[in-house]
């Protein structure tokens, strides 16, 4: 998911329609976790917008919660 939004980062560059560096960052967001480059990249982003960066930890916190209310995150259920 977040190389596809990543590919949609310069397609929206070009096309006036998308916003492609809104699509770029949330790319960047959702692999944070996975790849160093990415992770160090919303750390540059945390320091120069450390409020947005506080909001958006928050508001990924609160999906992450809503899921679990709802039983969508079962990280260590069995399956059977």
Do not use: N
Request: charged share 20%; glycine share 16%; proline share 6%.
């Amino acid at each position: 998911m977040g190389y596809g939004l990543m590919a949609l980062g310069p397609v929206g560059l070009i096309l006036p329609i998308l916003p492609g560096a809104v699509f770029f960052g949330l790319g960047v967001f959702v692999l944070r976790d996975q790849h160093f480059w990415a992770g160090r990249a919303f750390g540059a982003f945390a320091g120069r917008w450390p409020k947005m960066a506080t909001r958006i930890a928050l508001m990924e916190d609160a999906a992450w919660d809503r899921a679990r209310k709802i039983g969508a995150w079962r990280p260590f259920a069995s399956k059977g």
